[in-house]
């Protein structure tokens, strides 16, 4: 069974830095993409970035990059999202997502999500 | 980036009726497009990848169509589950993108 469980939520101040984590189970961990997802309170979804675990590529939206980090440890079959200096603006709910690879030859969207993790930041 | 944007913002509907959403993106992105269901507290759920492909266990009463710039999620007969925020999602290009949502109630 295709798992990703993330860490826990977050209360921080603004200049923090933060790691948050999505660990997966019941799947190659290097064979598929993991992204993560944003949705500030009461808003919308909006794609943050992506990474292969099996190669470390990693693709940023514009409005993320230089923002966060993304990275992915396949040892532990485990993908992380992390700030350096956090802002108020970056209190939101984050979700981690498997990108579906289907019928052996498509990449889709997410097909596997994780439970979510609150990140509040305020001073 | 690819600017996808979904219409209505909010659909009144009632159980049994029938519901249609839209989704335009800015450029194609052949059929490269999902769509997702999130209920308040859940995470999204898939619905519907590569424009027209229900994602496992989703009720046959769900259908995509469309390509190149012009998607329409229907669902056939609101079931109470049903009720919803649907997002669409085109991983065609890179940044992949969501659109801003079309929220589904009971009217």
């Known amino acids: 069974e295709v798992q990703l469980v993330q860490s826990g939520a977050e209360v921080k101040k603004p200049g923090e830095s933060l790691k948050i984590s999505c660990k997966t189970s019941?799947?190659?961990?290097?064979?598929?993409?993991i992204g993560w997802v944003r949705q500030m309170p009461g808003k919308g979804l909006e794609w943050m970035g992506i990474i292969y675990p099996g190669d470390s590529d990693t693709r940023y939206s514009p409005s993320f990059q230089g923002q966060v980090t993304i990275s992915a440890d396949k040892s532990s079959s485990t993908a992380y999202l992390q700030w350096s200096s956090l802002k108020a603006s970056d209190t939101a709910m984050y979700y981690c997502?498997?990108?579906?690879?289907?019928?052996?030859?498509?990449?889709?969207?997410?097909?596997?999500w994780g439970q979510g993790a609150l990140v509040t930041v305020s001073s | 980036e690819v600017v996808m944007t979904q219409s209505p913002a909010t659909l009144s509907v009632s159980p049994g009726e029938r519901a249609t959403l839209s989704c335009r993106a800015s450029q194609s992105v052949n059929s490269n497009l999902a769509w997702y269901q999130q209920k308040p507290g859940q995470a999204p759920r898939l619905v519907i990848y590569?424009?027209?492909t229900r994602a496992t266990g989703v009720p046959a009463r769900f259908s995509g169509s469309g390509s190149g710039t012009e998607f329409t999620l229907t669902i056939s007969s609101l079931s109470s589950e049903d009720f919803a925020i649907y997002y669409c999602?085109?991983?065609?290009?890179?940044?992949?993108?969501f659109g801003g949502g079309s929220k589904v109630e009971i009217k």
């Open positions: 590569r424009a027209s």
């Open positions: 019941g799947y190659s961990f290097s064979s598929y993409w």
């Open positions: 997502a498997r990108r579906g690879y289907f019928d052996s030859s498509h990449y889709g969207g997410f097909d596997y």
């Open positions: 999602q085109q991983y065609n290009i890179w940044p992949l993108t």
